[in-house]
């Protein structure tokens, strides 16, 4: 439905949320599988990644490549206080996940790392998308959290360490998605951005209501809030400037509770 209702929007921004839930859109015939961009790019609006997302950079560009080989040019904005995911993120879900369903309470996590990044962005540990812009800031970033990461990886869940837990391999990653995004001009300070635009925007959450982390089927949930108020918070738009919203004509989930 979003992708029908961006026909009339100039933006269509993600505010929370990751490469966690796939969904197909269809647009002048063809259809196309996305998990991280807003659906409204694929009939040529701009989309925005608010800073309440949790960004994979491999899914970002992955499918920024694949709309670019079937024709399309997609311009796309990130904000500099998203969560980066990490591979870390990914293996300590997994991990998470298993001990969780030894005791009977997993969640049906997606395994995509989404609940970690969220759970380092509340502990002040998350790498944003702004330092991979500054070689220095993040060096100084990874070495801080990856130690705490790997003692977690040992000590709770019993994993030998491996790439996902190599600070200078996270850094070369890291700072080739850094020199792409500075290249493209995608990184934006989006409330700002959003702010300064007067156009009609339409904003697109991953999940609904009862996967909300405070609203939901608590701890059946995800890991953020797709709510109308995790817009504003999840991209720094004042409440004021909303108008209207399309709630889901019927109930869904996709993880037990």
């Not at 409204?40 to 608010?50: C, P």
Request: proline share 5%; glycine share 12%; with cysteine.
């Amino acid at each position: 439905m979003t992708d029908i209702f961006s026909e009339n929007a100039e933006l269509v921004v993600r505010f929370q949320g990751g490469d966690n839930a796939g969904h197909t859109v269809a647009a002048d015939g063809e259809e196309y599988a996305l998990r991280l961009l807003p659906s409204g790019v694929v009939r040529g609006k701009t989309g925005v990644l608010g800073n309440g997302c949790v960004v994979n950079f491999g899914t970002l560009f992955e499918e920024l490549d694949r709309l670019r080989e079937r024709g399309l040019d997609p311009e796309v904005y990130v904000s500099s206080r998203a969560t980066v995911v990490l591979p870390y993120h990914r293996v300590l879900d997994e991990a998470e996940e298993e001990a969780r369903e030894e005791t009977a309470t997993a969640v049906g996590t997606t395994g995509n790392g989404i609940g970690p990044a969220y759970e380092d962005a509340t502990g002040r540990r998350a790498i944003r998308v702004g330092e991979l812009l500054d070689p220095e800031t993040l060096r100084e970033r990874l070495e801080h959290v990856v130690p705490q990461k790997r003692a977690l990886a040992e000590s709770v869940y019993g994993i030998e360490p491996g790439e996902a837990f190599d600070a200078d391999a996270l850094f070369e990653q890291l700072r080739a998605y850094g020199r792409r995004l500075d290249h493209d001009g995608m990184v934006v300070d989006t409330g700002s951005f959003l702010a300064a635009h007067d156009g009609d925007v339409l904003f697109e959450s991953a999940q609904g209501t009862q996967l909300d982390l405070d609203h939901g089927s608590y701890p059946f949930v995800t890991s953020s809030n797709p709510t109308a108020g995790g817009a504003v918070v999840g991209t720094g738009v004042p409440r004021r400037r909303s108008r209207r919203g399309r709630p889901s004509a019927w109930s869904r989930r996709t993880s037990p509770g």
